[in-house]
């Protein structure tokens, strides 16, 4: 049961344009999504996050849109440089009031993006 | 820097052979978590450590254990290795307390089996 889904495998960018990478999930108890970004030969690097009680947050060129209705977000980068060319992964937690809370993440499958110069 | 280290970045072993992974973080977070990335796939969760308590998920196999001997330092032992058990290993941390706490990665371990 795959909580978590990033239908788009790849995406293919010219540099400068606008970069979309999309994330679905299922499970209505997820309150906290993350983005993080891969580079081969290299552990996840933290992008950005949002709580379930915005609908969105920017960071520099990176905003993250959460849809609770539609069980969505989408994150977007503009411009898009070639050194964005990395696999992204999209990650949900269920988190709590605080205390022991301690976020399990449920990760996609990942959207390897490409920014062509 | 403050940062998660993962040793060694690759590993060979040999099938069945007991091999140890490494994990040493200076961030002084409480929480560290293993997992498990096979090509193509996303990291699964095998446990993880909330100080000393211990978590293991429900389908992580008895093949794998865990050893946190103090807030620093988290091993990941791998019994017996079988052809299946390749993958990249990635450590992570957390400082859990917040309502929401984000992970943080180490560079991961690449396992080989022969």
């Known amino acids: 049961d795959q909580q978590v889904k990033q239908n788009s495998p790849s995406l293919s960018v010219q540099e400068g344009r606008i970069s979309i990478l999309n994330c679905d999930y299922t499970n209505s108890m997820f309150d906290y999504f993350l983005w993080y970004k891969k580079y081969p030969a290299e552990g996840p690097t933290f992008l950005i996050s949002?709580?379930?009680?915005?609908d969105k947050n920017e960071d520099g060129r990176f905003t993250v849109f959460l849809n609770k209705s539609a069980k969505h977000l989408s994150l977007h980068i503009v411009p898009s440089q070639p050194g964005d060319s990395a696999v992204y992964f999209c990650a949900a937690s269920v988190g709590g009031a605080g205390g022991t809370s301690y976020g399990k993440l449920t990760f996609g499958q990942g959207t390897i993006l490409t920014v062509h110069p | 820097d403050a940062m998660v280290i993962q040793n060694p970045r690759y590993q060979v072993t040999q099938f069945g052979k007991p091999v140890t992974l490494s994990c040493s973080q200076t961030?002084?977070?409480?929480?560290m978590y293993w997992y498990q990335q096979k090509s193509s796939q996303a990291p699964k969760l095998l446990f993880h450590y909330y100080d000393k308590d211990f978590n293991n998920e429900a389908d992580t196999p008895d093949n794998f254990q865990s050893r946190r001997p103090n807030t620093s330092f988290c091993f990941l032992d791998i019994r017996s290795p079988g052809l299946g058990d390749a993958a990249m290993y990635l450590c992570?941390?957390?400082?859990?307390?917040?309502?929401?706490?984000?992970?943080?990665f180490g560079p991961g371990t690449r396992l080989l089996v022969l």
């Open positions: 949002i709580s379930s009680i915005k």
């Open positions: 961030l002084n977070h409480n929480v």
């Open positions: 992570a941390t957390s400082s859990a307390g917040g309502i929401q706490e984000t992970q943080y």
